[in-house]
């Protein structure tokens, strides 16, 4: 059974840091591209960023270009989102998503491209 777990949400106050974290369960991470994407309350869910199988090939949303960094550990079933320079608008639940890589550079964006998703972790920025 295909499990994704997020954790390292929490409250920080602007301009702070976070660092999110996607375990994966039930298959190998490392043969999944994977994606985080965030829903705001009364708002649609967003793409946040995204990053290949293999790793080279990483893309983010413009809003968060320059103050986020996806990347990933196959080793440890894992990707991280490292959240810098956080904004009260950057407030949301941050989701994890994976499905297979057609090709090992291949990026996706769009939340109907994804098989599997997690729960979910909160990440409210205020002061």
């Known amino acids: 059974q295909v499990q994704l777990v997020e954790s390292g949400g929490g409250l920080v106050q602007p301009g702070g840091s976070l660092r999110l974290s996607c375990a994966a369960s039930?298959?190998?991470?490392?043969?999944?591209?994977v994606g985080w994407f965030r829903q705001a309350p009364g708002k649609e869910r967003e793409f946040v960023a995204a990053?290949?199988?293999?790793?080279?090939?990483?893309y983010y949303a413009d809003s968060v270009k320059g103050r986020f960094t996806i990347s990933r550990e196959n080793a440890k079933n894992t990707v991280d989102l490292q959240m810098n320079s956080l904004k009260p608008e950057d407030t949301a639940v941050y989701s994890c998503?994976?499905?297979?890589?057609?090709?090992?550079?291949?990026?996706?964006?769009?939340?109907?491209?994804?098989?599997?998703w997690g729960q979910g972790t909160q990440v409210t920025v205020s002061s």
């Open positions: 998503a994976s499905r297979t890589g057609v090709f090992s550079m291949s990026v996706f964006i769009t939340t109907s491209e994804y098989d599997y």
């Open positions: 039930g298959h190998t991470f490392s043969a999944y591209a």
């Open positions: 990053i290949s199988v293999n790793g080279a090939n990483r």
